[in-house]
């Protein structure tokens, strides 16, 4: 299995853009994680999806922050329009029920 | 104060030595997990507990449910541990809270 497979793995984008990270979680795992990793803040769950339905986005900062997960397979984490502070590390990760989770590679963010 | 607390933030071993970094938690939790994560970044899942031990390879992993208190040992410790080793609560709902981790450098 190739795991959980983010894209890009690095984004640098000018304040005001919209930036779109994917999420591809591993197959038949039913609950998907949306995390954002800072200096100041450590890791922080923006929000999670069970069975594709979001279930707890309490962690999802301002209404700039969007997620969605159409399918099984895919889910993305959308900012418009992004500001300097946005500026993590951003982790997708996938577990098959309440246990393990398996982390992907990350997306490093860099808005200037 | 902070619901998973981790010490030390910081620790610098030699070579061989066995080291331990402790997590607490003040909230109610159906499993802990430790992870690592590597200058590279990515993060790995390393144990996975909700009561007793667990052992893989050089790591020992234990936890008192009711003390609300984890411990992760690492024996003969190597460079290659070096590492940010995070302990992360799931409280119920499937939800991890983190502690702010501890940045282990091994020198040899």
């Known amino acids: 299995d190739a795991g959980v497979i983010q894209s890009p793995r690095h984004e640098v984008t000018e304040m005001g853009q919209e930036v779109t990270l994917r999420c591809k979680p591993i197959?038949?795992?039913?609950?998907l994680f949306w995390y954002r990793q800072t200096m100041m803040r450590g890791l922080e769950l923006l929000i999670y999806?069970?069975?594709?339905?979001?279930?707890?986005d309490s962690g999802m900062p301002e209404d700039r922050f969007s997620a969605k997960m159409p399918n099984a397979s895919f889910s993305t984490l959308k900012i418009q329009p992004s500001e300097p502070r946005d500026s993590a590390v951003y982790f997708c990760?996938?577990?098959?029920?309440?246990?393990?989770?398996?982390f992907g590679p990350g997306t490093r963010l860099t808005v200037t | 104060k902070n619901e998973v607390e981790q010490s030390p933030q910081n620790l610098t071993a030699q070579e061989g030595e066995f080291i331990t970094i402790n997590c607490s938690y003040s909230v109610g939790i159906s499993a802990l997990h430790w992870l690592q994560q590597h200058p590279g970044g990515g993060i790995v899942s390393l144990f996975m507990l909700s009561s007793g031990k667990k052992k893989h390879g050089r790591l020992i992993a234990t936890i008192n449910i009711q003390e609300k208190h984890s411990s992760l040992h690492i024996t003969a410790s190597h460079p290659r541990d070096s590492a940010v080793y995070i302990c992360?609560?799931?409280?119920?709902?499937?939800?991890?809270?983190f502690g702010a981790g501890t940045i282990l450098r091994v020198k040899s």
């Open positions: 990760a996938s577990t098959p029920g309440p246990g393990e989770q398996y």
């Open positions: 992360a609560v799931l409280s119920y709902g499937n939800k991890l809270v």
């Open positions: 999806f069970n069975n594709n339905v979001p279930i707890d």
């Open positions: 197959s038949g795992h039913n609950s």
